[in-house]
């Protein structure tokens, strides 16, 4: 049995230089945050880039980055500033990511793009080919990586190559606006199994392979050259026990070690104790719908006068690739629609919105999931959406209410949630208002639920699950050949 090799475009670690000592700083985001539960308990590597590009890697301190990775578990893929460019800010996030999230007016179809997508590809390929050896396991994750198996597979048949999408795999009709779809499928192919988040995305990955490719497609098998491709869905869990875990140290330790942001959340509650604090967490993206959900909480204070200086909408919102265009109108249009809600409503003793553009540290996740009576999620399309898991794991005496897109991933698994579809303001403010109003009791009933299925399901499980799959995948394979 070889050993496991993951590969991502971003690593559970983001290196910074500061006064020439380096720093590791842990990344944000679901497949981050997911697979380094994964990686920490077992013997992988992880390949994938910095955070640093050559450019902004002074060489006397090559040595203590690949040290710093090591110790981390990770290995780094050169990238300069142009690579970056093209293929993280430009083909990733300005062509595929908008079009896999259903916003095709934002994709853009630029051949440069495209161009540095491939080679970077390569580079990654290449990664994997000079570390793998026969009979390794390679898993290869999201849709910055897509052309990674079949370059791998070129250079590396002698490996099992399995390839997990965390992000949405939109309709045919949407995936066949795309220039270059032909290869972006034969690059996927290259796998020996595919995963997606939901059945939904699996049968529009099928549907296009079917109709863009002319390939056989039997069940969730499809055939080419020979072999078959197996295409499953695993939706992804969490580290429930960490979450858990932390919510419960949080709440024993509190009079002893209660960080500045929890003694200042306590501050308000103690000021005004009937509000009610509603919380949303996300990468600050147009696909994660803040803007909409700014202008649902205004239309709900105005149907519902009665719950003015009754709520609080705590908006935390990480930055994220503030390099792409979209992003930064996007920023500009919330930085204005909090201003002009929060302008237009606050009173001497209230502010309706606190809004918060920055990334905090994991203890301040556990303050704010474990301070908020309502979770209110709102994505327009999200491949799975992990903080809503995350929220319900630290619920440690099962109360809160989860108010969640059905656009999520996670929606699928969290029907005892209260499901809204996010374009629908009246919905929401009625919601809000059963939130609000939900008995303990029910909250109770609802979250037990929810928590026996995250912590039954959690990453682990997941990614042994995907294993299990592709390992059976190579096994039958064996069979075959020998026969
Ligand atoms: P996405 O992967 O699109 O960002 P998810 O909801 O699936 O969305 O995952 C977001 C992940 O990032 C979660 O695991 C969450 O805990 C983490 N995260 C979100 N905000 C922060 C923050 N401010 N600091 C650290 N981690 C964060
Ligand atoms: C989503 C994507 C990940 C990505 C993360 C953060 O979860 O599926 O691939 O790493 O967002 O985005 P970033 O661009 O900062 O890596």
């Known amino acids: 049995m070889g050993k496991t090799i993951i590969i991502s475009n971003r690593l559970p670690v983001q290196l910074q230089i500061s006064n020439g000592s380096i720093n590791a700083i842990p990344s944000v985001g679901g497949l981050a945050t997911g697979m380094k539960s994964v990686h920490s308990g077992g013997e992988s590597l992880w390949i994938g880039w910095s955070g640093l590009t050559d450019e902004e890697t002074p060489p006397e301190l090559e040595g203590k980055i690949d040290q710093a990775l090591k110790e981390n578990g990770c290995a780094k893929v050169k990238l300069n500033a142009n690579d970056i460019d093209g293929f993280y800010y430009g083909f990733s996030n300005r062509t595929v990511w908008p079009l896999f999230h259903y916003f095709l007016e934002y994709s853009e179809f630029e051949l440069d793009f495209w161009e540095t997508y491939r080679s970077v590809n390569q580079k990654f390929a290449d990664a994997i080919i000079e570390k793998s050896e026969e009979g390794d396991t390679i898993w290869v994750h999201d849709y910055q990586l897509m052309l ?58 099928l549907s296009s392979v079917r109709r863009l490719l002319g390939l056989e497609v039997s069940f969730n098998e499809i055939y080419m050259d020979n072999r078959a491709i197996k295409v499953d869905s695993f939706p992804m869990g969490i580290d429930y026990k960490k979450f858990h875990d932390a919510a419960l140290a949080h709440e024993q330790n509190y009079n002893e070690e209660r960080s500045d942001f929890q003694l200042r959340l306590d501050h308000h509650k103690a000021s005004a104790p009937d509000t009610k604090l509603i919380l949303s967490i996300d990468r600050l993206d147009y696909s994660k719908g803040i803007a909409k959900r700014l202008n649902a909480f205004e239309y709900f204070l105005k149907k519902y006068p009665q719950y003015q200086e009754k709520v609080r909408l705590i908006i935390l919102a990480v930055p994220s690739r503030s390099n792409v265009p979209q992003y930064q109108l996007l920023k500009k249009e919330i930085d204005e629609l909090v201003g002009r809600i929060n302008g237009e409503l606050s009173t001497v003793n209230w502010t309706p919105i606190w809004y918060f553009y920055r990334s905090l540290p994991f203890e301040n996740l556990i303050d704010l999931y474990t301070s908020s009576d309502i979770a209110w999620l709102t994505p327009l399309r999200d491949g799975m959406n992990l903080v809503a898991k995350e929220y319900i794991a630290t619920r440690t005496d099962k109360t809160g209410v989860l108010i969640l897109s059905e656009m999520a991933g996670s929606a699928y698994e969290m029907n005892e949630a209260l499901l809204i579809n996010p374009n629908n303001f009246e919905e929401q403010a009625n919601t809000l208002q059963q939130a609000i109003n939900m008995p303990k009791e029910e909250q109770i009933n609802r979250n037990t639920f929810l928590q026996n299925r995250l912590e039954r399901y959690n990453v682990e499980v997941w990614a042994n699950e995907f294993m299990n799959a592709l390992n059976e995948k190579r096994d039958l394979g064996r069979a075959f050949v020998s026969e």
């Open 148 to 205: 990674v198996p079949q370059m791998v597979r070129e250079k590396r048949p002698d490996t099992s190559i399995g390839f997990f999408l965390h992000i949405p795999f939109p309709s045919y009709e949407i995936f066949r606006t795309l220039p270059w779809r032909e290869e972006i499928l034969e690059g996927l192919l290259g796998s020996d199994l595919i995963g997606f988040h939901t059945y939904d995305y699996e049968r529009h990955f």
